[in-house]
């Protein structure tokens, strides 16, 4: 009897932790449009709040990637805004292999020709010539196109002695485009050293990721530079830099807050802030030149 | 075959030849050895010219300076953090006109490469560059620069001491400096890192150097995930002198003798320096006024859409 009783109860046992065992949670589905999973925490967030957040987490403050427009509508005030340059568009001249098709799915995806978008717009009335790139298009690379268009963006602001800020993200030069892809570079510094010349402001926006060639040109050159919290900025990516010295990376390395304490940007500023901030240097440095 | 071996086989041959008296058998390996040749350089492909350039005997930046220059003076550091070995500033003459050299050298023995970190600069020895060009500058003096690098150097210091600030900062000084700046590039410009020096009124490659965005490693490594398509992406990269010279990127190509400058590095340094020597003179007759317009037209119309 006590036997059957001991083998019922380590049956009941068995049974109940069986019952209690840790099941995997099941994911939820949900539509994108009406939650959205935070990056950093995980938390479902509904998108709404997201939104009106500027896609900045409610719960744990990690900035998300935003596109280049929902970078223009948090920046510029509504009804102001005028693009310009937006014809023109890369082409595979090279003919390098898979460019086409990669070309082809970043436009078809973002719906924008290129990973820049160059405008003059109004912020809290101020008038300013603003190109802001974007990282969903081929990271953010920059080949030609991309040089070209905020080159012209300089121009223009130079031409017309209005204030200038590039909100920049890119992984680096077009590897798709080679050497052109470099020059870009010199080219943009060069037109911001004549910007400059001629009296001119420049703010820099850095957002997460900043690296490669654009962290090494125009990124680097704003007479003030400025960032969004945990950006990643940094010239060699971390790959590289583990695999020449074979080290580990210490924590928080290229982040936005190890540029500030280095000395190498002027202010980590919140997203629900820049627009306000912005502005105020706009008209501390005279608004128009 | 690849060029690694058949140089050696070359060598090889050459030496064997070497013990033989003159006669029919020495004849045969005379022409044995002209074919061989004939067939490894005469159609080099993209990847042997990289082969090239990094050929542990070729040349360096300070066997053209004591080449190029007299009474050539070492300056060092940046006034700012140290003074970094991979890259060698300072003045000279040049045909009795002082000037300004800025190059980035790689060692010829491994301890010297470990001092000068392979060629890859820190951002001390831009600042370092960007120091002597303003010096220059002030002193009226010309700058020569020559490229030689696989690409900045990426480590924890370097990042922490602002890499790409350092390289914006020689971009965007170098393109309104006045005073004439020569560019040559000597084996290998990568990336940003020899961009930094590039930005120049002339720039002249020497025909078996290249220069491209990054190497032909990492380029592999980063398009296609696979490091061992070196030879595809060097095909793909068109990085070679001529590829450059097509693009107007390259204002003129310095022939070098089968085999590598190695081979004769003063018929190189001839020609070097009488390309050198009339450009200044056409440089130092040019206003300034039209030479930083030239400049900046230069890099303006890369990759622009008018072209």
């Known amino acids: 009897m006590d036997q059957l009783f001991k083998k019922r109860n380590q049956e009941l046992k068995e049974f109940s932790s069986w019952l209690k065992r840790h099941k995997p949670k099941q994911k939820k589905e949900v539509p994108d449009n009406i939650f959205k999973q935070c990056d950093a925490c995980h938390e479902s967030i509904p998108y709404f709040s997201f939104v009106e957040n500027n896609y900045v987490c409610p719960k744990c403050g990690h900035h998300m990637k935003i596109s280049a427009r929902q970078r223009i509508r948090s920046l510029v005030d509504e009804g102001t805004w005028r693009e310009y340059f937006e014809k023109d568009c890369s082409v595979n001249i090279e003919n390098f292999p898979g460019y086409d098709e990669k070309l082809k799915k970043a436009k078809m995806s973002t719906g924008m020709n290129e990973a820049v978008i160059c405008g003059i717009g109004k912020m809290n009335q101020q008038r300013v010539v603003l190109c802001v790139m974007d990282s969903h298009f081929m990271m953010g690379s920059m080949g030609k196109v991309v040089g070209e268009k905020i080159c012209k963006g300089v121009e223009l602001a130079t031409r017309k002695k209005l204030p200038l800020i590039i909100s920049c993200t890119s992984g680096g030069a077009r590897m798709q485009e080679g050497i052109d892809s470099l020059m870009q570079m010199a080219k943009i510094s060069a037109a911001l050293k004549r910007f400059s010349n001629q009296g001119g402001f420049y703010i820099t926006l850095l957002t997460h990721p900043t690296t490669g060639g654009v962290s090494a040109s125009f990124a680097m050159l704003g007479d003030i530079i400025i960032s969004e919290p945990q950006a990643l900025i940094g010239f060699a990516g971390k790959r590289v830099i583990q695999d020449t010295i074979k080290q580990e990376l210490p924590e928080g390395f290229q982040t936005a807050e190890f540029l500030l304490d280095k000395g190498f940007i002027d202010m980590i500023v919140e997203r629900q802030n820049l627009k306000t901030v912005l502005s105020e240097l706009l008209r501390l440095h005279g608004g128009k030149l | ?307």
């Not at chain 2, 009795?96 to 050299?101: G, I, L, S, Y």
């Open chain 2, 1 to 307: 075959m690849s060029l690694i071996d058949n140089e050696r086989k070359i060598k090889e041959l050459q030496a064997t030849r070497a013990l033989l008296d003159a006669g029919n058998e020495y004849d045969q390996l005379s022409k044995e050895i002209d074919e061989l040749m004939k067939e490894t350089y005469d159609h080099l492909t993209p990847w042997d010219r990289v082969c090239l350039a990094r050929h542990p005997n070729r040349p360096k930046a300070i066997d053209f300076i004591d080449g190029l220059f007299e009474h050539f003076y070492e300056l060092h550091g940046d006034r700012c953090y140290g003074d970094d070995h991979a890259i060698i500033g300072g003045v000279g003459y040049f045909h009795d006109m002082p000037v300004t050299v800025i190059a980035q050298a790689k060692g010829k023995t491994l301890q010297e490469n470990l001092d000068r970190h392979f060629g890859m600069c820190n951002p001390e020895g831009y600042r370092k560059a960007l120091r002597l060009a303003r010096q220059a500058e002030k002193f009226h003096r010309p700058i020569i620069t020559f490229v030689d690098t696989a690409g900045a150097y990426p480590g924890i210091e370097a990042e922490e001491r602002g890499q790409a600030q350092a390289i914006a900062d020689c971009l965007y000084t170098f393109s309104d400096i006045k005073t004439p700046v020569i560019c040559v590039v000597l084996s290998e410009g990568g990336s940003g890192g020899a961009l930094a020096l590039s930005v120049a009124d002339r720039i002249c490659m020497l025909e078996n150097a290249v220069y491209s965005v990054l190497s032909p490693e990492g380029f592999a490594s980063i398009l296609w995930k696979d490091d061992s398509r070196v030879q595809e992406a060097a095909d793909v990269m068109k990085l070679t002198s001529y590829d450059l010279y097509d693009k107007g990127i390259v204002d003129y190509l310095i022939k070098e003798p089968t085999g590598g400058m190695q081979n004769d590095l003063k018929l190189v340094l001839h020609d070097l320096d009488r390309y050198l020597y009339e450009t200044l003179q056409t440089l130092k007759a040019t206003k300034e006024k039209d030479m930083l317009d030239n400049r900046y037209g230069k890099f303006r119309k890369m990759g622009s859409m008018s072209r």
